[in-house]
């Protein structure tokens, strides 16, 4: 489950492993949903460390990258739309942006018929599309493959910054709902390491935050940061959807496959971290503390 937002770029760590590249002696990488926050920080990344990258969007038009930084039209909605944009290409990253999976096998073919390898971050917000069918439509494309599943993003506490700007207490459902928060630097990371070295095809990673916290916990961190006691207050499931409609990230249609994603994490097991991500970038995941102080203009 993803959010879009503002969010700031950071580049790779200059105290992280450089990739080796095996795919060939410089490979052509192309990065779809570059504007996610994902996206952005992958593009951002492969550049600083001088390798071609073009970055797929629905409108170019909306996209800020760098000049030497080219940016194509490629619509996920219309597989059709991606069979020219991806011919020249060796690697390239996937996180599927819809709320339907009706055409995902498809756009899996179309990238396997003409790419190398195909880096995939799963996505809980596809209603008809489980992480296990993305996982198994990934791997069974034919060419190499990785899949990253990734537990709750970090930008997704941007839902309160409304809320946060405007006072001292936020409104949510589901406060002691145990989450595992992550930069999305992180997971840019993991892909651009699984998309330019040997040894990950086949794999699926699990990828997490370095803490378990509740959302309310959440909550209390971001006011750590900015210096000022939060208070979480719990909604009612109506309340809750009252609340995301007035938010145009969230359209009608992905509210209730939300709402409905959180209860049902209720009932699993509380969830452990794992030391997926220093054990390929060769450092630790940075924390939730680390993201608000990235981020701590978007919450003033």
């Known amino acids: ?15 992280c492993r450089r990739p080796s590249i095996d795919v060939v002696t410089e490979p ?33 038009r909306t996209a800020t990258f760098p000049a030497d930084v080219q940016v194509v039209r490629a619509d996920l909605s219309d597989p059709n739309t991606l069979r020219d944009r991806v011919a020249d290409f060796d690697a390239v990253f996937l996180l599927w942006p819809l709320h339907s999976g009706e055409q995902f096998a498809e756009a899996v073919g179309v990238i396997s018929e003409r790419a190398r390898r195909l880096v995939f971050l799963g996505t809980g917000g596809v209603p008809d599309l489980s992480r296990e069918q993305q996982q198994e ?14 537990s709750g993003f970090a930008v997704n506490t941007l839902w309160w910054a409304d809320q946060i700007r405007a006072g001292d207490i936020v409104r949510g459902i589901h406060g002691e709902l145990p989450l595992m928060p992550l930069h999305e630097a992180d997971m840019a990371a993991v ?24 959302l309310s916990d959440q909550v209390r961190v971001i006011g750590e940061v900015l210096g000022r006691p ?35 994490l209720l009932d699993e097991p509380r969830p452990t971290t794992t030391d997926t991500i220093e054990r390929i970038i060769g450092r630790p995941a940075r ?7 990235d981020h701590i203009a978007e919450f003033r």
């Open 1 to 15: 489950m993803t959010a879009s937002s503002k969010s700031s770029i950071v580049t790779a760590d200059s105290e």
């Open 28 to 60: 052509h990488i192309l990065v779809l949903t570059a504007t996610g926050n994902v996206g952005r920080q992958l593009v951002r990344q492969l550049r600083a460390e001088g390798h071609r990258v073009k970055a797929a969007t629905r409108d170019p």
């Open 137 to 150: 439509v990934v791997h069974g494309s034919g060419i190499e493959s990785v899949v990253l599943q990734p």
């Open 191 to 214: 892909a651009r390491h699984a998309l330019l070295e040997p040894g990950h095809s086949g794999k699926t990673y699990t990828l997490t935050g370095p803490q378990v916290l509740t």
């Open 230 to 264: 939060l208070r979480w207050v719990e909604n009612t499931r109506a309340e809750e959807a009252e609340l995301l409609r007035a938010n145009p990230n969230f359209p009608d249609s992905y509210i209730e496959v939300l709402l409905d994603g959180y209860a049902a």
């Open 287 to 293: 924390t939730l503390r680390d993201w608000v102080g």
